[in-house]
């Protein structure tokens, strides 16, 4: 159960792309397409903004988008605004109804 | 709307014991797997448990296995997490997160958290 690998920030301008990864291994983000992106913006609880990979819940603006390939996701932030700063996880099944979260990525918009 | 209140966080010392709850409202309890996550002061999150709409499956991370015990009553839309042998890492937030609205394996709705600090 060791944590998915994001980079620990990431930076954009307003209106520019951010993209965040999130790596694993063939146990968890390789081997299921169950990939979720939470947004936590400080002192609050997070948010769910992707599952399943790429799809978005309602509400969640469709700046955001995920993708998948072997054992690597990715969230990209387009069109980025000021309120998108904030932390991002991802999270992967890992099999077994166990789950695993990844290191984090502080956002900050320049 | 729906809604998970967590409580029963506080200070503890280590070695002692916590038990947790999440009140939730708003959907048909029942139907739904809940788990908890906590962070840890600063850092990220990390998932604890789980358990299975009636009860009858619970899953734990290795961090907490046979420390932590996971329940739920649906007749009080309620879900437990009995915290013992409590050590200073487990200090943190922990949030009560319900289980995707289709049954998906995703978590939709959060807890605001409560506060566990272990302590002497």
């Known amino acids: 159960q060791s944590a998915l690998t994001q980079p620990r920030s990431v930076s954009g301008s307003p209106g520019q792309s951010v993209t965040i990864s999130c790596t694993g291994t063939s146990s968890d983000v390789g081997g299921y397409n169950f990939v979720s992106w939470y947004q936590q913006h400080p002192g609050k609880a997070p948010r769910l903004m992707i599952f399943?990979?790429?799809k978005r819940p309602s509400g969640v603006p469709d700046r955001f988008s995920g993708s998948k390939s072997g054992n690597t996701a990715s969230l990209t932030i387009s069109g980025l605004q000021a309120d998108d700063e904030a932390d991002y996880y991802c999270c992967s099944y890992a099999g077994s109804s166990t789950y695993v979260f990844g290191t984090g990525t502080e956002v900050t918009v320049l | 709307e729906v809604h998970l209140l967590e409580s029963g966080g506080g200070l503890v010392q280590p070695g002692g014991s916590l038990r947790l709850s999440c009140a939730a409202s708003?959907?048909?309890?029942?139907?739904?797997?809940m788990r908890w996550v906590r962070q840890a002061p600063g850092k990220g999150l990390e998932w604890v448990s789980g358990?299975?709409?009636?009860?009858?499956?619970?899953y734990y991370a290795d961090s907490v296995k046979g420390r932590f015990t996971i329940s739920r009553d649906n007749s009080k839309n309620t879900v437990y997490l009995q915290m013992n042998t409590l050590r200073a890492e487990d200090t943190a937030v922990y949030y009560c997160v319900k289980r995707g609205s289709d049954g998906g394996v995703y978590m939709d709705v959060w807890g605001k958290g409560t506060t566990v600090t272990v302590s002497s």
């Open positions: 399943d990979v790429n």
């Open positions: 358990i299975n709409d009636r009860g009858g499956n619970t």
């Open positions: 708003g959907f048909t309890f029942g139907n739904y797997a």
